[in-house]
């Protein structure tokens, strides 16, 4: 805390939490006391967000001159003034909890034990405080956006309680006029992008702040205050009406509405899930605590023996993100986390990442922080699935994605840690790739249309000549949309006819035209292409072209995969992985170069042809 000195802070038992106590002071002077955790008065939790200016004031603690940010300064000025009319407490904020003030940041095992014990810290608060910052009046558009975004969402679902009550609809200019919303030029819009370049809805840590509150949190900003649920139903409003990725939106709207989802769920979510969930949208200062800012919400938590590791400030993020890849694999049989592997060199995750960590292997899940938004980087094709009844939110596959037949992961025990050893199948080799010109620069100048026609153009030469084309452009449409067609509410039936749709407008204009060589093919897709929707199929596409390849087997199949597959990448179906893998060999071992979605392995075909003895179980040694 500033130029705060050890010294300043007596040990803490365990158990024990220090609390500010706002009422026997004023101004930036606080009394701090130390209470154990079952036996706190009622108090609340800040959440802010650190942070790292050099401009900082002194404050008084018990007595003694710290140094804190302006912005925390400000922040427990606030909270002397700020008043609730909800709790008969004396109607205002006497006791908060401050973690920069309240944890000794100078000592790395108090820091590791008060973390191991933050989910309990914000749980039994009142309720969370988020402060966003004292110049709420250059915001306030933003606010009454928020709620004019909130009415259309109540109006339309008044009953709804989780975000599957909200109806999928894909994004249409001609349902944004009748919405009544305000035209995409109009200054609520530029005030709500300026809301959300505010730091703190990028912090690992809110996650967890507001998630776990007792009550819905309170966002301050400035003199204005806002009840976090109506911010959340706004945001999974705009999800699911197709809004969030739109460029005028923005991007972090996509946090709110995923913890908002964490906070709504009746099940705790297993750590796998969370860490896929939020790798991407948050950030964080320190690396590791992109880890242990979701400990405390860990389904995993709630029972000690089955953590997959404690808080730890003296060890380093290759050391903990490798044992976080051991424990879900080993305790987990699934190899669904490798959705997040660190990959090769020449994958585009690599230049997106902000952190690179020369010694983490290519199969460990890398978590650090991205320098780009979410909606540039590649979607996962992992899946999240959420119980009916009891259990927890986990990390799988897709009912469809089952190129391994359920078999469980089969590891071998290996000295090394960052070798992971295991088998499965060589099943094909990559003799083609292609992906979108320009990447996703060349996505927003030119659109979806344009993007997946570039590989359209590159494909034709690969597909095999005099092949019907019923037989060519189912595949074609199952890869590029990686057969997710349940995500936007289509059947696989109404998916191959909007696909369709959209071959037959881009490949029978006049600039393409020469792509097909013969008035029946032009036919036979206008007949197949009836009743189907070409901005539903290239909405889809784009989402799972970008930021991958596009394949071609040495055995003629079709598939999307990493940037940084190339010719000669091996394709395997590992054990205990429901889609097929792509590694590169080097030496004795293998490269994880990522997954991929291959038509024709997604349902089993490998393990069934090993059955028959066409394949042969291999060793493996990722490094």
Same mark, same amino acid.
């Given at each position: 805390?500033? #130029? /705060?000195? *050890? ?9 024990? @939490?220090?609390? +500010?106590? $706002?009422? %026997?002071? &004023? ?23 650190? #942070? /790292?200016? *050099? ?9 003694? @001159?710290?140094? +804190?940010? $302006?912005? %925390?300064? &400000? ?23 401050? #973690? ?19 989910? %309990? ?25 928020? #709620?004019q975004i909130y009415g259309i969402f109540r109006t339309e679902n008044p009953d709804a309680k989780f975000i599957a009550d909200i109806p999928f609809r894909i994004y249409s200019d001609q349902y944004h006029e009748s919405s009544m919303l ?109 880890l242990y800012g979701l400990l405390g919400l860990a389904a995993e938590s709630q029972n000690s023996t089955r953590m997959p590791l404690l808080p730890n400030y003296e060890l380093g993020v290759t050391e903990i993100y490798t044992k976080l ?299």
């Amino acid at each position: 805390m500033g #130029d /705060a000195s *050890s010294h300043a802070y007596s040990t803490l038992q365990a158990n024990s @939490i220090r609390l +500010i106590n $706002l009422g %026997l002071t &004023e101004g930036l002077s606080i009394t701090l006391q130390t209470i154990n955790i079952k036996e706190t008065p009622p108090y609340f939790a800040l959440s802010y967000a650190w #942070d /790292a200016q *050099s401009n900082t004031v002194p404050i008084e603690v018990n007595g003694q @001159i710290f140094s +804190i940010s $302006l912005d %925390l300064a &400000e922040a427990i000025l606030r909270l002397r003034t700020f008043r609730v009319d909800d709790f008969g407490l004396n109607n205002r904020v006497e006791w908060v909890w401050i #973690d920069k003030i309240c944890i000794n940041q100078e000592d790395f095992a108090e820091r590791s034990n008060q973390v191991q014990i933050m989910n %309990l810290i914000y749980a039994r608060a009142i309720r969370t405080l988020i402060w966003l910052g004292a110049d709420g009046d250059a915001c306030s558009g933003a606010w009454q956006l928020v #709620d004019q975004i909130y009415g259309i969402f109540r109006t339309e679902n008044p009953d709804a309680k989780f975000i599957a009550d909200i109806p999928f609809r894909i994004y249409s200019d001609q349902y944004h006029e009748s919405s009544m919303l305000p035209k995409w030029d109009h200054k609520l819009w530029w005030d709500l992008r300026r809301l959300f370049k505010l730091p703190w809805f990028t912090r690992t840590w809110i996650i967890q702040e507001v998630a776990l509150s007792q009550e819905d949190p309170i966002l301050l900003h400035g003199q204005h205050r806002y009840p976090w649920s109506r911010l959340g139903w706004a945001s999974s409003w705009l999800r699911r009406n197709g809004y969030l990725r739109l460029a005028q939106i923005p991007n972090r709207l996509q946090n709110v509405d995923t913890i908002s989802n964490i906070r709504r769920s009746r099940a705790p979510w297993r750590l796998d899930a969370l860490l896929v969930t939020t790798s991407i949208k948050f950030h964080a200062t320190d690396q590791r605590d992109k880890l242990y800012g979701l400990l405390g919400l860990a389904a995993e938590s709630q029972n000690s023996t089955r953590m997959p590791l404690l808080p730890n400030y003296e060890l380093g993020v290759t050391e903990i993100y490798t044992k976080l890849a051991h424990f879900f694999i080993q305790e987990y049989k699934s190899l669904s986390v490798l959705t997040r592997a660190n990959g090769v060199s020449n994958d585009t995750s690599w230049n997106q990442r902000k952190h690179r960590f020369d010694l983490l292997p290519s199969w460990v899940p890398n978590w650090c922080d991205y320098s780009v938004l979410e909606r540039e980087v590649a979607r996962f094709l992992s899946w999240l699935s959420h119980p009916n009844t009891t259990g927890a939110v986990t990390l799988g596959f897709p009912e469809h994605y089952n190129a391994s037949c359920r078999l469980p992961v089969r590891l071998i025990v290996c000295p090394n840690p960052s070798i992971l050893k295991l088998s499965g199948l060589r099943v094909d080799r990559i003799v083609g790739t292609t992906q979108f010109e320009g990447g996703t620069e060349y996505l927003k100048e030119c659109g979806r249309g344009f993007a997946c026609l570039q590989l359209w153009k590159v494909a034709v030469p690969f597909l095999l000549e005099g092949k019907p084309i019923a037989d060519w452009v189912g595949p074609w449409i199952k890869t590029t949309t990686a057969e997710q067609h349940l995500l936007c509410g289509r059947t696989a039936e109404q998916m191959f006819k909007d696909g369709v749709a959209y071959l037959y407008n881009v490949l029978s204009s006049g600039a393409c035209h020469h792509l097909i060589n013969s008035r029946e093919t032009t036919e036979l897709l206008h007949e197949l292409s009836m009743g189907g929707d070409a901005e539903a199929y290239a909405a889809l596409a784009s989402n799972f072209c970008l930021g991958r390849k596009f394949i071609i087997t040495l055995e003629g199949r079709l598939g999307i995969g990493p940037t940084g597959a190339q010719p000669g990448d091996l394709i395997f179906v590992l054990f205990g992985g429901g889609v097929p893998y792509i590694l590169r060999k080097q030496g004795t071992g293998f490269l994880f170069v990522g997954e991929s979605y291959i038509h024709g392995l997604m349902g089993g075909e490998a393990v069934q042809s090993w059955h028959r003895g066409e394949l042969v179980e291999d060793l493996i040694e990722l490094r």
